[in-house]
């Protein structure tokens, strides 16, 4: 495939205004705004970002002085991946496109190609291939990749599809080369525009919940009544864990920031629920407020929300279903009850949720 003449229609765009530069810790306050705990997360994606746009501001004969800071996000699911990257996305101001992994094949398998994944990107920066080359592709699912011939997979076998040939393909991605990148998104027959891609300076932040490694330690005490339900902290997974769980030693090597989430405490749940920014319930409270219901949650409200989500095991995934539980009747009713101003407490609450 050679790049043809449409390639002009993608030439880097100008900026308007030039961006300043953001500080670590201006990366890690926006974070802390949206993302409930997980600050070591915070952190280190703070300090990855800032090394991503300096080294995105380098002539091209110096870029070889500062590592690419490609990141391995492992933690449980609701846990806040997912959310994290589309924050820092946003407070970076690059585009961002959100891929699983299990979509992808190798090359002359059936499945997206890797280059797919460029493709994705150069989509959501409205085909700037400057924008594009300083943005982020979040891979999901990375662990679902793993070889198959391990023990911990239970009936492996027959998906091997993919897998380690798909961790293969990555790394020639990963690693920043020039790609010739589809500019179209859908696959035609016959030929297709290409435009030439350098993934060089593109961040990777790959994710995953490798949750058969922590299988054997999760705690049955977490789903307790009564006492504050914390969840206790994950042990730290070492190279050793992901090379034996059949993650390619080449791939970890080019995800050289590696950052663990934890499970969110039943504390985190109920900010999540009521906290000052991005409130779930805030969505309820003000959907009410137009039909002129105030409606206020009691501290045990929250706690008996978040202990359901805990009994779930889904993290915050289950806030959302539970708030709907809970609310269902509310709104329901909302026409009827204008004018006045409820409190909803633990009662209220245990009467509709499992
Ligand atoms: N730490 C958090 N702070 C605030 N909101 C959160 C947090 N974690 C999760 N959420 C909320 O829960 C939703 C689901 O979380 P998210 O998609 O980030 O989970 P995930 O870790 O990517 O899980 P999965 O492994 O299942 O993809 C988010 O859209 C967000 O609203
Ligand atoms: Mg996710």
Same mark, same amino acid.
């Given at each position: ?156 076998? @027959?998906? $091997?599809?993919? =897998?380690? +040939?798909?961790?293969?393909? #990555? &790394?020639?991605? %990963?690693?920043? *080369?020039?790609? /010739? ?57 070492? @190279?050793? $864990?992901?090379? =034996?769980? +059949?993650?390619?030693?080449? #791939? &970890?090597?080019? %995800?050289?920031? *590696?950052?663990? /989430? ?79 101003? /409820? ?12």
């Amino acid at each position: 495939m050679r790049a043809p003449e449409t390639a002009k229609r993608f030439m880097p765009r100008v900026r308007p205004q030039k961006r300043t530069l953001l500080t670590p810790r201006a990366i890690y306050s926006h974070l802390d705004q949206h993302v409930v705990g997980q600050d070591r997360a915070k952190r280190v994606l703070a300090v990855a970002a800032y090394g991503h746009l300096r080294r995105c501001g380098l002539p091209a004969e110096r870029k070889g002085q500062i590592r690419k800071s490609n990141i391995l996000l492992i933690g449980p699911t609701g846990s806040g991946k997912t959310h994290l990257v589309q924050k820092l996305s946003q407070v970076l101001d690059v585009p961002l496109s959100i891929a699983d992994a299990t979509e992808y094949t190798e090359a002359g398998y059936y499945g997206k190609d890797v280059e797919q994944l460029v493709a994705e990107l150069l989509f959501r920066a409205n085909h700037s291939v400057a924008e594009a080359q300083r943005g982020i592709i979040f891979l999901d699912e990375i662990d679902k990749l793993a070889r198959r011939t391990q023990s911990y997979k239970t009936g492996g076998g @027959t998906r $091997d599809i993919g =897998g380690e +040939g798909v961790q293969q393909s #990555l &790394l020639k991605i %990963l690693e920043g *080369r020039e790609l /010739l990148v589809p500019t179209s998104l859908s696959p035609q027959s016959g030929r297709q525009d290409v435009v030439q891609v350098d993934t060089s300076d593109i961040l990777f932040i790959a994710a995953g919940t490798f949750a058969d490694l922590f299988e054997r330690e999760r705690p049955s005490s977490r789903i307790g009544f009564g006492d504050s339900a914390q969840v206790s902290l994950r042990k730290e997974l070492s @190279t050793e $864990d992901l090379l =034996g769980y +059949g993650m390619l030693s080449e #791939l &970890l090597g080019r %995800l050289p920031v *590696r950052v663990q /989430l934890q499970p969110l405490s039943e504390d985190e749940l109920c900010q999540i629920l009521a906290g000052p920014q991005d409130a779930l319930l805030g969505e309820y409270q003000t959907l009410l407020a137009l039909d002129n219901v105030q409606v206020d949650f009691s501290d045990s409200a929250l706690r008996e929300i978040a202990r359901a989500a805990l009994r779930q095991g889904l993290g915050a995934r289950s806030l959302r279903g539970l708030a709907e539980q809970v609310c269902h009747d509310l709104l329901f009713e909302a026409p009827e009850l204008r004018g006045q101003h /409820l409190v909803i407490d633990e009662g209220y609450v245990r009467a509709r949720l499992p």
